[in-house]
Every structure is written in C-alpha cells, then in structure tokens.
C-alpha cells in the first residue's frame, strides 16, 4: 500500500501549525516555502484538512491556517483519513467470480479470503494511527530531534506566524 505524497504533507504542515502561539495563524504560503512544495499543490491538501476540521482556515489579509482543536486531539489517522479519504485501501471487486472459471454465485456464499485477510490488516493499521496523536509527534522532534532542525523550525514559524487580535466584546 501507498499513501499519497499529500498525506505526508499534511502531517508535516499540521505539526508545523501545532508550534503557532495561541490563536495566531501561518499562511499557506508560508507552509509550503517550509517544505519546498507547490503552493497550489498544498492548498488541496489544507483544505482537506479544514473540510475535516482538523485545520482552521481564517480569511483576511492577516488570515492562515491554525489547528482547529489542541494538538492532543488530533490523531495520525484523523489526518490520513481527511487526506486519502475513509475507504479502506483494498478494495475487493470480487474478480474470483469473474472470467473462464467462474461458477453459480451460490458458491460464492462465504467472504472472500482475501479480502477477509487486508481488511484485517487495514483495521491494525488504523488502529496503529490511531494512538499516535500530533503532540506525540511534535513532542518527540523538540526531544530528540537534531537542535539545528528543531531550532530552525521554531525560527521559521515564529518569522510567519500571525498573530491575531482578539476577538472584540460587543458592549450593549
């Protein structure tokens, strides 16, 4: 099985945001100069993850991206999911009661194997991402990360964040 490129984007771009102060923001531009990707490339992929509420997108020209929840609420297959969607990667077309060997449907009345087998594997799969939450990641890299690249890091994001004011209480 094969994710696509835009799952590890994502994560990469998630784990980023993970690090803006408070309610600040980081602009998509921003995100994708981080990683050296195609600016319309990533867009896709922050709006998958804003449709999933994963991200939150504020408009404006002071506008990003933040995390819509805390970090510790936001799991690697919330992420894989938003991205490559909730089928699961197998997909059974029951090709076994196709072609020259075929026989009666009636045959065919317990699941197929095969299928049994990767829908099994795709469950311990999810499940595996499951338990693994952003913070978990992010926390790992400021812990045992290089220094340089987790400096490097908090500079980039600290140089693009944008802070945002708060929002204003209406008197009456």
């Not at 506008?63 to 805390?70: K, Q």
């Not at 197998?90 to 009666?104: L, M, S, T």
């Amino acid at each position: 099985m094969k994710l696509g490129d835009g799952v590890e984007a994502a994560i990469h771009c998630a784990a980023t945001l993970a690090s803006v102060d408070g309610n600040s923001t980081m602009p998509g531009a921003a995100l994708a100069e981080c990683f050296g990707l195609s600016p319309s490339y990533l867009l896709k992929h922050l709006n998958q993850l804003t449709a999933a509420r994963i991200l939150e997108s504020v408009p404006g020209p002071a506008g990003g991206y933040r995390l819509a929840r805390a970090a510790e609420l936001i799991t690697l297959l919330d992420i894989v999911l938003a991205v490559e969607g909730r089928e699961p990667a197998f997909r059974c077309g029951e090709i076994r009661q196709r072609g020259p060997v075929k026989i009666d449907a009636s045959a065919y009345v317990k699941p197929c194997g095969i299928n049994a087998a990767m829908l099994k594997a795709e469950r311990a799969y999810r499940a595996a991402l499951a338990e693994v939450k952003l913070s978990d990641i992010v926390a790992e890299y400021a812990a045992e990360g290089d220094p340089r690249s987790y400096a490097a890091s908090c500079a980039f994001v600290e140089r693009h964040q944008r802070p945002q004011k708060p929002a204003s209480s209406k008197q009456t």
